[in-house]
Structures are given as structure tokens and as C-alpha cells.
């Protein structure tokens, strides 16, 4: 059995990896980068090494020393650091699992094997039974992303008796629009002490509703304060207030998605509003047009979403 924790909840984001312009990873910003989470943002959990940080672009031996960095600069800092440790090799994610434990990460969450594919809930499980096998003392998160990996098993079939197979289980990262699916996951297991962490940032207020206990995305690097105000807001039972910030957040994402966005597009926000140089992203991702970040300034202010004293050319005064 995992050691018993505090439940995660709350705003988890999901960090980037920045690297230098040679492609390299970047440790060096990553104490800097801690210090923006928890004293700009307000953010004490993360998980390192998902798709906003390239993990799966990254060799084994890079996302070692990521999650040890992390966990480094992160000390007494953080409350909660969780490592995806999830790989297309059985082997590979049992080491990166193991490595996880010993370096006393607070979780490790694993995808679905996306190239060689399970067919089915009992094969799925099976492969994560063997991961979390690896760190029989972490706290193991399924980290549903059916959109990136294919593999489209309901998490409500699979979460059907998991703790009987995976004792460590401990919650569900769920990154998908399927609210009924996300619904059900909650509902049929109200008896146990799961972590319900939504992942689709800019539907967070539906998924409130339907029980999440948390959320775990990439916007939260730069929009961790806004979403805490709807947190809180929604907390208070006070749901139009809520709304209102639900809606200012989608203004933002629609816009960006329009432009197209994903990782290159948040590594290059993360950069423009936090000062910290996150750099490019690796291949196949691209690097985020200069015309991308250009605009998305203009909205971030028009939005009021900053204060501007964080932009890194900071001479445009406070706003919010
Ligand atoms: C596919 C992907 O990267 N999803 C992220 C986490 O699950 C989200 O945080 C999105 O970036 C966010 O919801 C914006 O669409
Ligand atoms: C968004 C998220 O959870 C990830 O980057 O893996």
C-alpha cells in the first residue's frame, strides 16, 4: 500500500521542460521557475515530464535528471511533485518508476503505450500493474489522454476495481471532453479516496461540477492565480462568479487555439510571462511564430490577465 498522504488536490500544473536554443534540456531556470509557481502563481504541485513537458521526447537519462531537478529545487518548497513516467517500454517506465521512488517523488502517473497499442481494459491494466509494481510505495495516477494516445478504453471501465489490481492506485488524470465518462468515474467510486484531476483547462468549471478534485494542465504555469479566484468562487457555492472567471479563461484558450496551440505555443506564453527563458521545443514540435507571441500579448493585457510587472519587458504598469 502506498504510504498514506494527503489527498492531492487543488491546481497541479504541468510543467514545461525548458531547453536551451542547441535543444538541450535547461535545468538551470528550473529553481527560478518553482519560485514563479508558488510565489506568482500560487501553484505548490506538479507534474513533471507529461505532454506539456515533452516527456516523451525526451531519452530516459533526460527525464531522470528532469524529475531529480525538480524534486531538488522543489524541496520545502512544493507540496506535491508527481513524475509521468509513462513509456512505450514496459522496462523504460518500470526504471523511470523506480527512479521516481527513490528520488521520493509524491506520485508517478503512466499513459497508455500509444504505438503498440492495448486493445483492451484487462491488457491496459495489466501494463500498469507492472509499472506501478516498479514503486510500490508511490501513489499511482492513470493519466487518461485518449485524444494523444489512441487508446480510447472509457476510464470508467477501466477504474472498475483497479485497486484490487493496482493497490497504489490512487487517482485519475483525466484529459479528455467526455464528461459523462468523467461523470461515472466519480460517481461509481465515491467510496474510495480518489483524486479526480480534470485536465481540459478551459472546461474546469463543468468538471467541478461533476466532482473533480483538482486539475492538472499546462495554463495553470500562467494562469494558476485566475483559475484559483474560480476555485475559490466555486467553492463558495458562488457560481455565477465562477462563470465569469471560466469564461475569461476560455477567452484566452480560444484565442490561442485559433492561432493553433499546444507545447511550442506554451513554451513560448510561459516565456513572454514569466521572464524565464523556456526556449524551444524539440522536434517534431516547432517553435511558436514570433507574429503567435506578438499577439498573444496584446490579448493578455487586453484581458487584464497580468500583472504586467511580470512581463519580462516590464515597463507597462500593473493591471488587475
Ligand atoms: C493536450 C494537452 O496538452 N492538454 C493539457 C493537459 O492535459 C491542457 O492543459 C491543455 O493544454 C489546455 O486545456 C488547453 O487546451
Ligand atoms: C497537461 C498535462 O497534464 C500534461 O502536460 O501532461
Not at 500560487?42 to 524534486?71: H, Y
Not at 485519475?172 to 481540459?200: E, I, M, P, W, Y
Not at 468538471?207 to 485566475?226: E, H, I, P
Request: charged letters at 20%; one cysteine or more.
Amino acid at each position: 500500500m502506498a504510504a498514506p498522504k494527503k489527498k492531492l488536490q487543488g491546481l497541479v500544473a504541468a510543467t514545461i521542460t525548458p531547453m536551451t536554443e542547441n535543444g538541450e534540456i535547461n535545468l538551470s531556470v528550473i529553481g527560478q521557475y518553482v519560485d514563479y509557481l508558488v510565489k506568482e502563481q500560487g501553484v505548490k504541485n506538479i507534474f513533471v515530464n507529461g505532454t506539456t513537458g515533452e516527456g516523451l521526447s525526451l531519452s530516459v537519462s533526460e527525464r531522470r535528471r528532469v524529475a531529480e531537478e525538480w524534486m531538488t529545487k522543489g524541496k520545502d518548497k512544493l507540496d506535491q511533485v508527481v513524475i509521468h513516467v509513462g513509456a512505450l517500454s514496459l522496462k523504460e517506465s518500470q526504471e523511470l518508476a523506480q527512479h521516481a521512488a527513490e528520488i521520493g517523488a509524491d506520485g508517478i502517473a503512466v499513459i497508455a503505450p500509444f504505438f503498440l497499442k492495448p486493445w483492451t481494459k484487462d491488457v491496459l491494466i495489466n501494463f500498469l500493474k507492472e509499472v506501478a509494481a516498479a514503486a510500490p510505495a508511490v501513489p499511482f495516477y492513470y493519466y487518461h489522454i485518449p485524444a494523444l494516445t489512441g487508446v480510447k478504453i472509457r476510464a470508467e471501465e477501466l477504474l472498475d476495481g483497479i485497486q484490487d489490481k493496482i493497490p497504489t492506485f490512487q487517482g485519475l488524470k483525466f484529459s479528455d471532453t467526455d464528461l459523462l465518462d468523467f461523470g461515472q468515474c466519480v460517481d461509481q467510486n465515491r467510496q474510495q479516496q480518489f483524486a479526480f484531476l480534470f485536465g481540459v483547462d478551459e472546461q474546469l468549471l463543468s468538471a467541478l461540477v461533476m466532482g473533480a478534485t483538482g486539475a492538472v494542465g499546462s495554463t495553470y504555469n500562467y494562469l494558476g492565480k485566475k483559475t484559483s479566484q474560480m476555485l475559490e468562487a466555486f467553492e463558495r457555492k458562488d457560481f455565477s462568479l465562477a462563470l465569469n472567471y471560466q469564461f475569461c479563461i476560455q477567452r484566452f484558450i480560444n484565442f490561442v487555439v485559433k492561432l493553433g496551440f499546444g507545447v511550442s505555443q506554451t513554451k513560448a506564453i510561459m516565456t513572454l510571462v514569466s521572464g524565464i527563458p523556456m526556449g524551444p521545443p524539440r522536434l517534431p514540435l516547432q517553435k511558436a511564430s514570433r507574429e503567435f507571441t506578438d499577439s498573444v500579448e496584446a490579448k493578455l493585457k487586453s484581458l487584464d490577465f497580468l500583472s504586467f510587472t511580470d512581463l519580462k519587458d516590464g515597463n507597462l504598469e500593473a493591471g488587475s
